[in-house]
């Protein structure tokens, strides 16, 4: 089985500018989790979707969002990006609770 | 109070030896428990995953789960070099999707 996907891998972005990045989970995994990584916050959750619906979502301002199409591939948006949200962004999918994760979008904003 | 605590480190063992790597949660609804493993820049890699207390083995790794202290641990036997990584704890409540991950304990296996 292939596993999970992201794209792109590496993004440069300037302050006041949107992002979309994409994942695409393990085949047959129906739950797609979000996740922040930074030097100083760690791993912090931002969202989960389960069958295209936001079932549970982390402590993000509204500027972070995300949705899941009906083949389970899931996009998240950072809009009006921020310095402070320079960071490795991951995704993780699951078919129970165990979750596996992607290989992350690095995101560098300017 | 953090909600997952884990020593940061740098854990140091010598090739060969036990790695015992700790950590402890503060929400006593947890119900799963995992350990991941993420190399320098990589992504986490699940090693293990408790749900019930005792000890559960899978080749060179036991991980241990005691619900009343809320503790569980993860002893890596016979290291090798190419453990040394950061080994991070997460918890999840329920079946949220959700994990709370500890900072991370950085292991340092020494040949």
């Known amino acids: 089985k292939a596993g999970v996907t992201q794209t792109p891998r590496y993004l440069i972005k300037t302050r006041g500018q949107q992002v979309t990045l994409s994942c695409s989970p393990i085949?047959?995994?129906?739950?797609v989790s979000w996740y922040q990584q930074t030097p100083g916050q760690g791993l912090q959750f931002l969202f989960e979707?389960?069958?295209?619906?936001?079932?549970n979502k982390g402590n993000f301002p509204g500027r972070f969002s995300g949705r899941q199409f009906s083949n389970s591939r899931s996009e998240m948006n950072v809009s009006t990006l921020e310095l402070g949200d320079s960071a490795l962004y991951l995704c993780?999918?699951?078919?129970?609770?165990?979750?596996?994760f992607g290989p992350g979008t690095r995101l560098t904003v300017l | 109070q953090k909600e997952v605590e884990q020593n940061s480190g740098p854990l140091s063992v010598p090739e060969g030896a036990i790695a015992s790597l700790n950590c402890t949660y503060s929400?006593?609804?947890?119900?799963?428990f995992f350990w991941y493993r993420q190399y320098s820049g990589k992504s986490p890699e699940l090693i293990m995953f408790?749900?019930?207390?005792g000890d559960k083995e899978d080749g060179r790794f036991t991980a241990q789960l005691n619900k009343a202290s809320q503790y569980v641990s993860l002893l890596i036997r016979d290291s090798q070099p190419s453990d040394s990584a950061t080994y991070l704890c997460?918890?999840?409540?329920?079946?949220?999707?959700?994990?709370?991950f500890g900072q991370g304990t950085t292991l340092q296996v020494k040949p």
């Open positions: 408790i749900y019930s207390n």
């Open positions: 979707y389960f069958s295209e619906t936001q079932r």
């Open positions: 993780a999918s699951s078919s129970s609770d165990e979750q596996f």
């Open positions: 929400d006593r609804g947890s119900q799963s």
């Open positions: 997460a918890v999840m409540t329920g079946n949220t999707g959700k994990l709370i």
């Open positions: 085949s047959g995994h129906r739950s």
